[in-house]
């Protein structure tokens, strides 16, 4: 007797598919299922993932890599800058302004 095989009409997909077709790690698609970051469908207590919606994800997780640089590059600034401003008061409160000039002077 041979399996018969009906239309995949959502195109349903199991999570060792999906970490195939991105390509990721089983435990990465476990995790989107988890967090909810993605939508599932439960097939009595199995769960799948349309390719749809696996497509729309992906389409919405795309990073303009220019402007991850510069969000990166501002973050850093302000860390930066942030540490200075402890280290200047920091020296201030101990009487310490002759290593104040030595590292550029009180900005």
Known sequence: ???VRYANPLELMTLD????YVPCSVRL??????????RT???GRFVRISRADLDQWIAASVVD???ATASMDRAWEAGWNEAMRQVRDYLLAHN???TLEWLGGDR
Not at 17 to 20: G, Q, S
Not at 29 to 38: G, K, P, T
């Open 1 to 3: 007797m041979t399996a």
């Open 29 to 38: 698609a476990r995790r989107l299922v988890d967090e909810q970051r993605i």
């Open 96 to 98: 310490r302004s002759e």
């Open 65 to 67: 890599g220019a402007a």
């Open 41 to 43: 469908y439960r097939v």
């Open 17 to 20: 598919e999906v970490a195939e």
